[in-house]
């Protein structure tokens, strides 16, 4: 019998090998895992529609006459992540989106108000320029060769807060400062170059902190509650490694050793300190790692220090975000950019009531024609619903459904962000 089942399951797995295995599945499960922060995840879940409606945005903005037909926007929603149907999710935010019906078929371009907004922002990207020149030679200045492929850095031109056309209105405006490389003559070796090395600009975020509160020795901070005792002695234990400044040269650090941790946990402070919202996807991040000598497993490193990064699965993507940065789901300081943005995720919001609001009263009125008796909860949930913070609103469509870890695709993609260097 048990040959027949060696013969037809494969040879058997030793059962020192066997507990082995579990042991490592079980703790790089709970390495995965990390304690839910209400507020910042609250943060997320704002700021993914404003994503979604910004990506719509700029599509309609790029149509014949800033309108486009519903039917060629839900074909794109495949690449927004997105579910349902389109006419339905532009309907819920009213303010940012005027629906017409003309040709036999529905349209869509933006709001007045919108519009208004659009012409704002680009207003106060224009006058961003030098916050940007700064970004990107800081960016450059942290990599190995001081050069960066123009694929991977527009993985992040959005969190960086880059025009569409920076290459243009930035790299080609300063040959003092950059330059674009392309050995391989293809558009996917463009590379961008650091010419010159402003030594102003190689000054981390924690260096300068440091300064402005008077103490002489750089320090991280650590944003948890006393009461995670071991949390807390363990970022004790590696705040005693002196600081090691991104911008130095790192290859007179030992692999693996704690002092190119430290150098390691100040690299990808920094980059998230140069984003508009102090977060970014970790795949978008371990894209990079070539380019800042990072470690494979960069998740590993990033949920070892809680105290310093806050590692969030929410909506299905694994985004690191600092702590530090963050009170309540409040930034504690806003790049002008990131209030003119803001301002639209008001108007979303004010949409979004309207619309939680309008199709609250339509069910009351469906029940009251069929005679059924109205409860106070019924009332009391659709006044609470008009002033409600929209994290939680109602998506019939399905979008933000949360994936648990042991879903199977959930778990295809944890899989995927954790163990395949090659993550796209």
Same mark, same amino acid.
């Given at each position: 019998?048990?040959?027949?089942?060696t013969h037809r399951?494969?040879?058997? &797995?030793? +059962? =020192? /090998? !066997?507990?082995?295995?579990?042991?490592? $599945?079980?703790?790089?499960?709970?390495? #995965?895992?990390? @304690?839910?922060?209400?507020?910042?995840?609250?943060?997320?879940?704002?700021?993914?529609?404003?994503?979604?409606?910004?990506?719509?945005?700029?599509?309609?903005?790029?149509?014949?006459?800033?309108?486009?037909? &519903?039917? +060629? =926007? /839900? !074909?794109?929603?495949?690449?927004?992540? $997105?579910?349902?149907?389109?006419?339905? #999710?532009?309907? @819920?935010?009213?303010?940012?989106?005027?629906?017409?019906?003309?040709?036999?078929?529905?349209?869509?371009?933006?709001?007045?108000?919108?519009?208004?907004?659009?012409?704002?922002?680009?207003?106060?990207?224009?006058?961003?320029?030098?916050?940007?020149?700064?970004?990107?030679?800081? $960016?450059?200045?942290?990599?190995?060769?001081?050069?960066?492929?123009?694929?991977?850095i527009n993985e992040?031109?959005?969190?960086?807060?880059?025009?569409?056309?920076?290459?243009?209105?930035?790299?080609?405006?300063?040959?003092?400062?950059?330059?674009?490389?392309?050995?391989?003559?293809?558009?996917?070796?463009?590379?961008?170059?650091?010419?010159?090395?402003?030594?102003?600009?190689?000054?981390?975020?924690?260096?300068?902190?440091?300064?402005?509160?008077?103490?002489?020795?750089?320090?991280?901070?650590?944003?948890?509650?006393?009461?995670?005792?071991?949390?807390?002695?363990?970022?004790?234990?590696?705040?005693?490694?002196?600081?090691?400044?991104?911008?130095?040269?790192?290859?007179?650090?030992?692999?693996?050793?704690?002092?190119?941790?430290?150098?390691?946990?100040?690299?990808?402070?920094?980059?998230?300190?140069?984003?508009?919202?102090?977060?970014?996807?970790?795949?978008?991040?371990?894209?990079?790692?070539?380019?800042?000598?990072?470690?494979?497993?960069?998740?590993?490193?990033?949920?070892?220090?809680?105290?310093?990064?806050?590692?969030?699965?929410?909506?299905?993507?694994?985004?690191?975000?600092?702590?530090?940065?963050?009170?309540?789901?409040?930034?504690?300081?806003?790049?002008?950019?990131?209030?003119?943005?803001?301002?639209?995720?008001?108007?979303?919001?004010?949409?979004?009531?309207?619309?939680?609001?309008?199709?609250?009263?339509?069910?009351?009125?469906?029940?009251?024609?069929?005679?059924?008796?109205?409860?106070?909860?019924?009332?009391?949930?659709?006044?609470?619903r008009r002033s409600?913070?929209?994290?939680?609103?109602?998506?019939?469509?399905?979008?933000?459904?949360?994936?648990?870890?042991?879903?199977?695709?959930?778990?295809?993609?944890?899989?995927?962000?954790?163990?395949?260097?090659?993550?796209?």
């Open positions: 019998m048990l040959t027949r089942l399951r494969g040879p058997v &797995i030793p +059962s =020192l /090998q !066997k507990l082995q295995c579990l042991s490592l $599945l079980h703790r790089t499960f709970s390495l #995965w895992s990390m @304690k839910k922060d209400p507020d910042l995840e609250s943060a997320l879940s704002r700021n993914r529609r404003w994503i979604v409606n910004n990506q719509i945005k700029n599509i309609i903005l790029r149509y014949p006459n800033q309108e486009i037909p &519903i039917a +060629s =926007l /839900q !074909k794109k929603f495949k690449t927004l992540d $997105l579910k349902g149907k389109a006419l339905n #999710w532009l309907r @819920k935010y009213p303010s940012c989106f005027d629906v017409t019906f003309t040709g036999n078929e529905h349209r869509c371009h933006l709001s007045k108000r919108m519009m208004s907004l659009v012409e704002e922002e680009e207003s106060v990207s224009e006058s961003q320029e030098n916050a940007f020149i700064c970004r990107l030679a800081k $960016l450059l200045m942290m990599s190995v060769n001081k050069r960066i492929n123009v694929l991977k992040l031109k959005r969190n960086l807060g880059f025009p569409d056309d920076y290459v243009i209105r930035i790299v080609a405006k300063y040959p003092n400062l950059f330059r674009v490389v392309n050995e391989g003559g293809r558009r996917s070796s463009m590379e961008i170059e650091l010419v010159h090395w402003d030594p102003e600009f190689a000054v981390s975020t924690v260096e300068i902190a440091a300064r402005r509160s008077g103490n002489t020795r750089p320090t991280f901070s650590c944003s948890l509650p006393f009461s995670w005792v071991k949390s807390w002695e363990r970022f004790r234990e590696f705040d005693l490694v002196p600081y090691f400044s991104p911008y130095m040269d790192h290859r007179e650090l030992l692999e693996g050793s704690k002092e190119m941790e430290k150098r390691n946990v100040g690299l990808v402070h920094e980059v998230l300190s140069l984003t508009l919202w102090k977060k970014a996807s970790i795949v978008k991040l371990g894209h990079f790692r070539r380019e800042f000598a990072l470690p494979d497993r960069l998740n590993v490193l990033l949920l070892k220090h809680p105290g310093i990064f806050y590692v969030s699965n929410k909506y299905q993507i694994y985004t690191v975000l600092l702590r530090e940065a963050y009170v309540g789901s409040e930034l504690v300081e806003k790049d002008p950019l990131v209030v003119a943005k803001e301002k639209f995720g008001e108007l979303m919001q004010e949409g979004l009531h309207e619309y939680n609001q309008r199709r609250c009263l339509i069910n009351m009125e469906k029940r009251r024609k069929k005679g059924v008796p109205l409860a106070r909860v019924d009332e009391v949930k659709c006044k609470r409600e913070n929209a994290d939680s609103d109602d998506d019939e469509d399905g979008d933000n459904k949360p994936g648990g870890l042991f879903d199977p695709e959930e778990r295809k993609r944890f899989y995927k962000v954790l163990f395949d260097d090659d993550t796209s």
